[in-house]
């Protein structure tokens, strides 16, 4: 890596122009844009787990069906981040290999268990709506295959975020007294967790300053959870719910000020120390295991038809 090369390689950025995955880039560019594509594409399928344990026991076939959907598009996220990643030299085989042996993190929200209906509602609002805040920001990043994969995930997330606020809106304020107990329950579990998911404060956030120099990043992560409580705290309110964060206020510029955040319990989860860290990873091997055969019958095809080809 030669100064002109990277001198070159900042201008394209400053100008706004995309890298493409052909594109002469630095190596700690291309290893942070791995590391955080793999992670989303890690979180995207491990995040069916919480919501697929719920499929069967939704209460009416309406529901059902858009549960069933949005596990759905969970997985073809999954599908595309891999994609994005690949473009970069790493193997599927590689990213799932560091996924399932736990060496790789996914998002710590995925840690905390679904413990009623509600909690689907409330997935879909609070961290669909963070993970929306934070991807808006990273369709605007600077290399192509991410950022057009960001285009298409938030327009589907939007649907998600919707329906987690119809079915929310719907229990906290038309609902029977325990609909409202339920919704109110599910607020006090989620909120803290999906405040932290939008990452570490600024302060201890190793990576911010390289992904914002190289327009990977365009927001730090203090600005994303701003825009995510800004957004979520009056709506909630609305709601009839209360948010469980007696020091939550807004200033006099209108932003709600957060009190303390629990970063110990942060730190625990992504370490592995979560609730539901050691299920979720049993879970996806015990998938890839029972996998294995189609696998196998893909390579064996595979390999007849090259012979054929070869005949
Ligand atoms: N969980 O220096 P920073 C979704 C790690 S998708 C676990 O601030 P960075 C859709 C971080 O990796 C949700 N680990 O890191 C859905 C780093 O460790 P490392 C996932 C976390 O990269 C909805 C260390 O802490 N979205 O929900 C977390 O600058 C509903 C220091 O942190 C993405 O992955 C965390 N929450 O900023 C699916 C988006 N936060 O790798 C189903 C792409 C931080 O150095 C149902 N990623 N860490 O060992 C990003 O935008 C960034 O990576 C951040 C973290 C903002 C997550």
Not at 75 to 93: D, M, N, P
Not at 222 to 243: C, K, S
């Amino acid at each position: 890596e030669t100064p002109e090369q990277l001198a070159a390689f900042e201008a394209r950025i400053a100008a706004g122009e995309k890298i493409e995955s052909g594109d002469w880039m630095p190596e700690a560019y291309r290893k942070q844009l791995i590391r955080m594509i793999s992670q989303h594409a890690h979180s995207e399928v491990v995040g069916m787990l919480p919501e697929g344990a719920w499929i069967t026991r939704a209460p009416n076939l309406h529901r059902k069906m858009i549960l069933i959907a949005k596990v759905q598009d969970e997985a073809g996220h999954g599908q595309y981040l891999y994609h994005a990643a690949e473009t970069l030299g790493t193997t599927r085989e590689e990213m799932l290999d560091a996924l399932l042996t736990g060496k790789a993190k996914y998002s710590s929200i995925f840690n905390y268990p679904t413990l009623t209906w509600a909690d689907i509602g409330m997935i879909g609002w609070l961290v669909d709506g963070a993970a929306i805040k934070n991807q808006t920001m990273l369709a605007g990043c600077s290399y192509g295959p991410y950022s057009r994969a960001m285009v298409r995930i938030c327009s589907e997330e939007t649907f998600h975020h919707k329906q987690g606020k119809e079915m929310v809106v719907a229990y906290a304020r038309e609902g029977t007294p325990e609909q409202k107990k339920m919704a109110q329950d599910a607020l006090n579990r989620w909120w803290w967790p999906a405040v932290q998911m939008l990452g570490p404060s600024d302060k201890d956030s190793p990576n911010t300053p390289q992904l914002m120099r190289w327009g990977i990043k365009l927001k730090t992560n203090d600005e994303v959870r701003q825009e995510f409580i800004n957004e979520h705290a009056p709506e909630l309110l609305e709601a009839g719910l209360t948010i469980p964060d007696p020091d939550l206020h807004q200033d006099e510029q209108g932003n709600w000020i957060h009190g303390p955040i629990n970063w110990e319990e942060f730190f625990e989860v992504i370490k592995g120390g979560g609730q539901m860290n050691r299920a979720r990873l049993e879970s996806r091997n015990r998938s890839h295991d029972e996998g294995a055969w189609v696998r196998e019958a893909l390579n064996a095809y595979e390999a007849r038809r090259h012979a054929q080809a070869a005949d």
